[in-house]
């Protein structure tokens, strides 16, 4: 396997793989479908981690969640899909 991955024990005893530059919070857990969630429970951050085609976990965005008084309030931020960072920065003004 790539040197620039490491495996990583998730709360239910499995091991995923990451990138290097991957950091565990305090839970991790892996869901059906290819994901896994990476809980800060300090801050409620949490991170969304998708099996890619080389069986590595890559980042894909996170979820805030916040309780304030009877409301609880969930913010999520996703990373942009590689096909539309290449398509916005690939993409030159008609204005000339």
Same mark, same amino acid.
């Given at each position: 396997? #790539?040197? +620039?991955? &490491?495996?990583?024990? *998730?709360? @239910? ?9 991957? %950091?565990?919070? =305090? ?8 994901? #896994?969630? !990476?809980?800060?429970? %300090? #801050?409620?951050?949490? =991170?969304? =981690? %998708?099996? +890619? @085609? +080389? ?6 965005? /996170?979820? =805030?969640? *916040? $309780?304030?008084? !009877?409301?609880? &309030?969930?913010?999520? &931020? $996703?990373?942009? $899909?590689? /096909?539309?960072?290449?398509?916005? *920065?690939? %993409? &030159? #003004? +008609? $204005? @000339?």
């Amino acid at each position: 396997m #790539s040197k +620039d991955t &490491q495996i990583v024990e *998730t709360v @239910s005893g499995t091991w995923l793989r990451f990138p290097n530059n991957f %950091k565990r919070f =305090h839970c991790l857990v892996e869901l059906p479908d290819q994901l #896994s969630l !990476n809980i800060n429970t %300090k #801050s409620g951050c949490v =991170h969304v =981690h %998708k099996k +890619d @085609s +080389d069986d590595v976990f890559q980042y894909v965005g /996170e979820l =805030h969640i *916040t $309780a304030n008084a !009877n409301q609880l &309030q969930c913010n999520v &931020q $996703a990373v942009p $899909a590689k /096909e539309e960072v290449m398509e916005t *920065t690939g %993409k &030159q #003004s +008609d $204005a @000339s």
